[in-house]
């Protein structure tokens, strides 16, 4: 799997396989949209939310942040953690983390027998601790990181139902992995999720038609950062050019290709061969004059995505951002003075050379990056904007 000539045709092939899919799916539901007529425009699904839950007999009792209580399944995975310190500056926080009940996210995606059984076992214990957390204090709100994969469409049917509780999705990779295998009950990713929740956060413009189409009420906004984690440290920028990810998909011919054009980029992640992982990913950051970015999708560099990294590298402060340019991206910051992106290779190598050797320029775009990111990019800002969608935070 190293060896370059097998990469290249590999990733020619996974390149089509990727592309045909996506756009498969994205014109079926693009004709499907204009059959219907249905435009997303954000002011008339917020009154289609708030229409479904007045329906159920639901009153939202507006709070001050702070006193907000979110019943939050998140399970202990990755970087989940991040989502966490935000959501208690929202309010309390009860957390149900399958993870920390003896579960794992591999055993669902299987979906055999065993796994599906799992699955069941673990979505029969979010209703009973729900009511738990509700009886010790009522809860405003529940919110769910999760696909078709782990949490049953059942189960937030349930918690409507018996609760009337207002109940948020958040997925942030639906170009990837918005349909899947099937788990008993609806197939994986959003499709056979969609319809249920309240509200559907995308982090994928594109994809808000889709969730309306499948019955859904979707609400574009896109990932946020830990401003308790990623911040700017007092230690030497000794590192040219960094990349933080695995080695998977195109990245390793992006790498190749700068080090065959002489420029010293130092790597960490799974998979790298020379550098390997970072034990503290804010320190890399702020150790590097230019952290690259590289927006692309699996084995794709022209289908983009906007990633966490998008709002984690410039909310740092550390080094200069240079990340692949995405339309949807572009509406969250100044592109050349918030953060830097490229439309191809040359690109990327033309504003590298530039940016080394105009280091101070670097940093000014770093701390205005910053700024934006303190000023609207927390994942803080995207709590308090769901709950204002939901009637719940208190404006006064």
Not at 141 to 158: C, K, L
Request: aromatic fraction near 12%.
């Amino acid at each position: 799997m190293r060896d370059p000539a097998f990469q290249k045709i590999w990733g020619a092939f996974r390149r089509w396989q990727l592309h045909r899919d996506y756009e498969s799916r994205r014109e079926y539901y693009a004709h499907r949209a204009q059959e219907k007529g249905i435009v997303y425009r954000e002011d008339e699904v917020i009154t289609a939310i708030r229409d479904r839950l007045r329906g159920r007999g639901y009153q939202p009792t507006p709070r001050r942040l702070g006193n907000i209580h979110t019943f939050a399944f998140v399970p202990d995975l990755s970087w989940h953690r991040h989502l966490l310190p935000d959501l208690r500056a929202v309010g309390p926080v009860t957390v149900f983390d399958y993870v920390a009940l003896g579960f794992d996210l591999e055993e669902f995606v299987k979906a055999d027998r065993v796994g599906l059984t799992r699955r069941q076992a673990m979505n029969a214990m979010v209703l009973p601790a729900l009511r738990a957390a509700h009886a010790r204090q009522p809860v405003d709100w529940v919110f769910v990181y999760a696909n078709g994969v782990e949490i049953s469409a059942n189960t937030i049917r349930q918690i409507t139902d018996e609760l009337g509780i207002p109940t948020v999705n958040m997925c942030l990779d639906d170009k990837n992995s918005w349909t899947g295998p099937w788990m008993g009950d609806h197939r994986a990713g959003q499709i056979g999720i969609a319809p249920v929740f309240d509200l559907s956060w995308t982090s994928a413009r594109v994809a808000c038609e889709w969730y309306m189409i499948e019955g859904g009420r979707p609400v574009y906004l896109p990932e946020g950062f830990d401003a308790s984690a990623y911040r700017p440290l007092q230690v030497e920028q000794d590192i040219p050019v960094s990349f933080i990810g695995g080695a998977y998909g195109y990245r390793p011919t992006i790498i190749r290709y700068l080090m065959r054009h002489g420029v010293p980029i130092q790597t960490f992640g799974e998979g790298w061969a020379v550098t390997g992982w970072a034990d503290d990913i804010v320190k890399i950051i702020n150790r590097s004059l230019i952290n690259l970015g590289m927006g692309g999708i699996g084995y794709s560099e022209s289908l983009t995505n906007v990633k966490g990294r998008d709002f984690e590298i410039p909310g740092t402060g550390g080094g200069v951002y240079l990340t692949s340019f995405n339309p949807d991206l572009a509406l969250h910051f100044v592109i050349g003075q918030e953060i830097l992106c490229y439309c191809n290779r040359d690109e990327m190598l033309e504003m590298i050379r530039y940016y080394q050797a105009h280091p101070d320029e670097a940093r000014e775009i770093a701390r205005c990056g910053r700024e934006r990111c303190l000023r609207e990019h927390r994942w803080l800002h995207r709590y308090c904007h769901l709950l204002q969608v939901l009637g719940i935070l208190d404006h006064s």
